[in-house]
């Protein structure tokens, strides 16, 4: 979701992981980055994330309170259904109905109906979602996490 246009005081940089298997990787990078200029990292994984994200904290890569874990399962879980399709459609040129998508499990379902690799559309992907995607469509937890990284950034 887009949040207001307020310029940041401190520079806001999304990079993803690619992967649960590859955010330590990341982290150590954009931790020795940002330590250097005072950037605090932010965090959002997956709940098959969660045992990753508890060493990456153990490691002192990113703190606690800068993380959020989605319980309900994988990003896409989290679409709005017509938003997800638009998108499918936009990007891949897939139709896809309310059925051909479930509520939760989504990864393999959009998998399947694309036939690609997740490695291949989840970003473009979650682009395009997050460019259509109002914040009231978006989830508390998830907002309220979003806010807190805008409100911080903004921060003289």
Request: proline share 8%.
């Amino acid at each position: 979701a887009t949040l207001p246009s307020l310029p940041p005081k401190r520079p806001l940089v999304q990079h993803p992981a690619r992967g649960i298997s590859k955010i330590r990787y990341h982290l150590r990078l954009l931790a020795e980055i940002s330590k250097e200029v005072g950037l605090p990292r932010y965090v959002i994984v997956d709940k098959s994330g969660q045992d990753e994200l508890t060493k990456v904290v153990s490691q002192g890569l990113v703190e606690t309170n800068n993380t959020l874990v989605l319980e309900r399962g994988d990003l896409e879980d989290y679409y709005p259904m017509e938003v997800l399709r638009h998108a499918l459609s936009k990007l891949f040129g897939v139709t896809a109905s309310a059925e051909d998508i479930p509520s939760t499990g989504r990864v393999g379902a959009i998998a399947q109906l694309i036939k690609k690799d997740p490695f291949e559309w989840k970003v473009p992907l979650a682009e395009e979602v997050s460019r259509n995607t109002e914040l009231r469509q978006v989830p508390r937890d998830i907002g309220n996490f979003l806010r807190r990284i805008h409100n911080e950034s903004t921060r003289p």
